[in-house]
Nanobody
Framework: QVQLVESGGGSVQAGGSLRLSCAAS????????MGWFRQAPGKEREGVAH????????YYADSVKGRFTISQDNAKNTVYLQMNSLKPEDTAMYYC??????????????WGQGTQVTVSS
């Protein structure tokens, strides 16, 4: 099995920055992509960004392009999400996920517990 543990969430003012981390353990060959999803109360869960763990190619939702950067450290089986120029609309629970790429979308099979990001105006 695969375990994912997120960290780095918190509360910041608009315009601030946070960096989220997701450490994977277990059978890391069970997936070929890792990504970040977010969900606010009463809203659908949405994909934010993902990365191909083998190739390193990245994808971003339009709402975060130019502000968020996903990266990986393969030696540590860890992915990061650098979030800059945060907006109140970014407030959500952020979940790390690992899965397989299909139609250039990371389809999660494993999920982390989530980390809360709150952005105040």
């Amino acid at each position: 099995q695969v375990q994912l543990v997120e960290s780095g969430g918190g509360s910041v003012q608009a315009g601030g920055s946070l960096r989220l981390s997701c450490a994977a353990s277990g059978y890391t060959w069970y997936y070929n992509c890792m990504g970040w999803f977010r969900q606010a109360p009463g809203k659908e869960r949405e994909g934010v960004a993902h990365i191909s763990t083998s190739i390193g190619s990245t994808y971003y939702a339009d709402s975060v392009k130019g502000r968020f950067t996903i990266s990986q450290d393969n030696a540590k089986n860890t992915v990061y999400l650098q979030m800059n120029s945060l907006k109140p609309e970014d407030t959500a629970m952020y979940y790390c996920a690992a899965g397989v790429l299909r139609m250039n979308i990371c389809r999660p099979n494993y999920w982390g517990q989530g980390t809360q990001v709150t952005v105040s105006s």
